[in-house]
């Protein structure tokens, strides 16, 4: 789905079915280890900070797409299982001290 955000920033937004068991599908997608091989675009990335249990700081990088260049991020990640047994999870981008912006990056 797509929409304009109140901003007015374009914006995307997918729903979908996963046959797996949701921690196990989280634990996947937080594991940067994993993260290239499921995600070819990812070039690298490393925890920056665990502020607790259900909340980390993550710095990503993927590899530029011609003809932009390489992108990364400083994501805040944090998550918590609904009383009615999903997951909800949020992520927003942060400034941290401990990942500095990278030339040659966007």
Not at 69 to 98: I, K
Request: with cysteine.
């Amino acid at each position: 789905q797509c929409f304009t955000s109140k901003s007015g920033d374009p914006c995307a937004m997918g729903i979908g079915v996963v046959r797996a068991p949701m921690r196990a599908v989280h634990a996947v997608i937080m594991d940067l280890e994993n993260r290239q091989r499921l995600d070819p675009q990812f070039e690298s990335g490393r925890r920056v900070q665990r502020v607790d249990e259900h909340t980390v700081v993550d710095y990503l990088k993927f590899k530029r797409v011609w003809p932009t260049t390489a992108r990364d991020f400083c994501n805040l990640s944090h998550w918590r299982v609904r009383r009615d047994g999903s997951m909800l999870v949020v992520a927003h981008g942060v400034e941290h001290p401990d990942a500095p912006p990278v030339k040659g990056c966007v």
